[in-house]
């Protein structure tokens, strides 16, 4: 779904969420399983920076936390943020510590940090 608006327990106002994709796991002999991601889209002059990425987690604990109180359907498995003009150091850091991904998009599609594609291929869930 795209430019979705979510409410958090904290915020207000909604948030909007760029890109809001998920996929049906199959489990054998439980509840098939929901995986949802959350997927920021940047198109800056410059790098995308640590606030950015630290917006998204803030985001996505505010949003989890609106899960937990019966506000949203849904919350985020996944975080996140594909950019077309790169990401600096500190973002990348920061995005390691917390299994976000993030894709650089240029003519093709570039893992950037510690989450790769192979990872995402394994739907290795984010930490915040």
Do not use: P
């Amino acid at each position: 779904m795209l430019n979705e608006l979510v409410r958090g327990k904290i915020s207000k106002r909604a948030y909007e969420v760029d890109v809001h994709a998920w996929i049906f796991i199959k489990r054998i002999l439980r509840k098939n399983k929901r995986v949802d991601a959350w997927i920021e889209c940047k198109n800056l002059k410059t790098s995308v920076k640590r606030m950015h990425v630290n917006s998204l987690i803030r985001k996505a604990q505010d949003l989890r936390e609106g899960w937990e109180e019966g506000f949203e359907e849904w919350y985020a498995d996944i975080l996140m943020i594909f950019s077309t003009s790169g990401f600096d150091i500190d973002a990348i850091r920061i995005a390691n510590e917390h299994d976000i991904y993030l894709v650089n998009v240029d003519r093709k599609y570039d893992f950037v940090g510690n989450m790769t594609r192979e990872g995402f291929n394994e739907l290795i869930v984010s930490r915040y």
